[in-house]
């Protein structure tokens, strides 16, 4: 009867082979020394193909400027000299608002589209001489927050657009007449307002245009600054008046004018503001926006008048005529 190895039995003849093998690909591990042998559980050539090994820094990017004018004063040689791959990078001016993701709007993206032609590719093409017309526009969508233009020169042959037609084109474009390899990048974040341009273009003798009319490398960014102002003074004029309609419909309900039943009697006050009403009246003062609610005592009552005058307005309209509410002494019941 043949015996059943045991447990024993193989720990036994583990103690007899003491090679170690590796943890995962079990080859055996005689070449290493019994210090490897201990501090690792794979052999040598696992671990060398797992090894992580440090990476030097990279290099900053060949013809990488960081300041714009120094940009501009390297590629106005173009007419002379080919400007390949060279780079810019560096923050937008602070006209160029900062946004966090959920404010982006579609204005935003608009309004900030305008202003990067105007602030950087403006400089641009009248530093260099010659035109880069829009070939590509892209926007950020809802995980993104980025602007990117593409630019090519409307000289370059080799950027012309094919027919859609399968005849070729009856007129020619006459400008495109140079194979200069242009392509120029400019990408926009607006939530942390870096500029990256990429300019690749080789040099050729531009045809005449009408520059952009510019005293300086830059346009006025403060005007282009104020185009993002106004649109958040809009939205707080907005809501401004929306709080200021508000008011006039919580004064409505609070203040209950009660009419009288019938000529002969009147089952109503003739002007009390009733207890009650008074948390209300409360809440409508601390509800007024400052621009109602004023600092003096006349500008207090001014506001209060236009809330009488609402009122009383629609309480003609609904009874036909105004009852002889005290509007004073809703006035001093009002905080000042």
């Known amino acids: 009867m043949q015996a059943v190895p045991s447990h024993f039995a193989s720990l036994d003849a583990a103690q007899k082979d003491p090679v170690r093998k590796c943890s995962r690909c079990r080859v055996k591990r005689d070449r290493e020394t019994p210090e490897m042998l201990e501090k690792y559980q794979t052999c040598l050539s696992c671990r060398e193909k797992r090894k992580i090994e440090s990476r030097a820094v990279k290099d900053t990017l060949p013809n990488l400027f960081t300041d714009f004018h120094d940009f501009l004063e390297r590629i106005k040689f173009n007419q002379a000299i080919d400007i390949l791959e060279h780079n810019f990078r560096g923050p937008a001016p602070i006209e160029f608002r900062r946004f966090a993701p959920e404010e982006v709007t579609l204005e935003i993206f608009q309004v900030t589209s305008k202003m990067l032609v105007q602030a950087y590719m403006d400089p641009l ?21 980025k602007i990117s233009f593409m630019f090519i020169c409307s000289q370059d042959s080799s950027r012309q657009r094919k027919s859609r037609s399968e005849h070729k084109r009856s007129v020619p474009n006459k400008l495109k007449v140079e194979r200069c390899e242009s392509k120029i990048t ?11 341009i990429y300019y690749n273009h080789k040099h050729h003798a531009p045809y005449d245009w009408k520059k952009i009319p510019s005293d300086n490398a830059y346009p006025d960014l403060s005007q282009l600054g104020r185009l993002i102002q106004k649109e958040t003074e809009n939205a707080n004029e907005a809501q401004a008046q929306a709080q200021a309609q508000a008011a006039v419909e919580l004064a409505a309900r609070t203040v209950a004018y009660r009419q009288p039943t019938n000529t002969g009697s009147s089952s109503g006050s003739t002007g009390e503001v009733l207890p009650e009403d008074m948390a209300n009246l409360l809440q409508l003062s601390s509800y007024l926006p400052e621009s109602h609610q004023g600092h003096s005592h006349g500008s207090n009552s001014k506001s209060e008048s236009n809330v009488d005058d609402e009122l009383k307005k629609q309480d003609s309209q609904a009874s036909g005529f105004i009852d002889n509410i005290d509007h004073e002494l809703i006035r001093e019941s009002i905080p000042k």
């Open 186 to 196: 400019l990408s926009y974040d607006l939530t942390d307002g870096m500029v990256m």
């Open 125 to 145: 093409m009248n530093a260099t001489g010659f035109k880069f017309p829009v070939r590509d526009y892209h926007k950020g969508g809802s995980k993104t927050k």
